[in-house]
């Protein structure tokens, strides 16, 4: 995968994760679980290909959601770092607080198979 390839990927997975997360904070239930689909697929497909690193550059956005999706998918090779990044999203004022202190739990505790 070229470098812009992959430079393209991490722009898509950003304006992704930025409309999910829009979509959770206005209640769309539908919509952002649908946005967490494509998500999945692309992180997948990230990860299938060994792209896993790149990801890191996410964990500088601005948007919360953003950063916990990276976070998230970094745990099994950047475990401290994604759990920073992830403790930060925890005091945030959006829902999103909820989901991050969740998957911290389910982390620790050996749930989350990535």
Known sequence: ???TDVQALMNKVTDLC???????DEGDSISANELHEKI???????????????????L????ENVK?????YLLPTEEEL??????????????LSIEATTLKDMWNKGMLNL
């Open 1 to 3: 995968m070229s470098e």
């Open 18 to 24: 930025v409309e999910q997360g829009k979509a959770m």
């Open 82 to 95: 994604a759990l920073s990044v992830i403790s930060q999203v925890e005091k945030s004022d959006r829902l």
């Open 68 to 72: 916990l999706w990276a976070a998230t």
């Open 40 to 58: 999945s697929i692309i992180m997948s497909n990230v990860k299938a290909q060994g792209q896993l690193s790149e990801l890191k550059q996410l």
């Open 60 to 63: 500088q956005n601005d948007d």
